[in-house]
């Protein structure tokens, strides 16, 4: 089935990129997503891109994506304490009735130190 | 910003208790969701619908039920509260139509956080 993977925990310092990475198993997903989930809230997404791209920039934040590995990573640039949050990485789900569903990583917490 | 609530944002209630967990969208989505939050983080896609009078499960196994009678609203009940049923529920919704924002994008509620005692 399909399955989506991310280290569970960063922690980063204030001014430093912090860069998250998220592996997929589905090759056949048509898009990818950044999602964000700060304390006390839903997700909101951040960003995506589409599986036919490499690189998607979007102010301080950029995705790379390696399709061959079924890698995806977003580098946040100059990261902030209000960047401190959970991210989650997902997939469309292209099986049967699913379509259109997501399938979300464990999520990672970034923590942003001082 | 995303127009989707839901009510109560905090519930403490005793076991064996029928709770319903509320949810609307003021943005006219046809599809809609249930995820269940572990302490944890990980999310569990516990209930969909496609649409009024769609109700589908989710990947994780839930004694939840759900209904779809209007567009814009979309409850979860629980019959018989029990303390494994603490935990945190969110809603979201998305539009069917890939012109409409980020393909497939689904947006949140704030969640309800329920704790069974």
């Known amino acids: 089935g399909e399955d989506v993977e991310q280290s569970l925990f960063l922690s980063v310092r204030e001014g430093d990129s912090s860069v998250i990475n998220c592996t997929y198993t589905d090759s056949s997903s048509t898009y990818l997503y950044w999602y964000k989930q700060e304390p006390g809230a839903g997700l909101q997404l951040l960003t995506y891109i589409f599986s036919n791209m490499d690189m998607k920039q979007d102010q301080r934040l950029t995705v790379l994506l390696n399709k061959k590995d079924k890698h995806l990573s977003l580098r946040i640039a100059d990261t902030q304490t209000g960047d401190s949050a959970i991210y989650f990485c997902a997939e469309t789900a292209d099986y049967g009735g699913s379509q259109g569903n997501l399938i979300f990583g464990k999520g990672t917490k970034l923590s942003v130190k001082p | 910003e995303a127009d989707i609530y839901q009510t109560p944002r905090y519930l403490v209630i005793g076991t064996g208790k029928k709770i319903t967990l509320e949810c609307s969208q003021t943005m006219g989505h046809d599809k809609m969701y249930w995820y269940q939050q572990d302490p944890g983080m990980e999310l569990h896609l516990i209930h969909y619908s496609y649409g009024v009078n769609s109700t589908e499960k989710g990947d994780l196994s839930s004694e939840s039920t759900v209904s779809r009678i209007r567009t814009e609203h979309f409850p979860l009940t629980l019959e018989s509260a029990r303390p494994s049923h603490t935990s945190q529920y969110l809603c979201?919704?998305?539009?069917?139509?890939?012109?409409?924002?980020?393909?497939?994008?689904?947006?949140f509620g704030p969640g309800t956080r329920l704790t069974v005692t």
């Open positions: 979201a919704s998305s539009a069917t139509s890939l012109l409409a924002g980020a393909p497939y994008e689904q947006y």
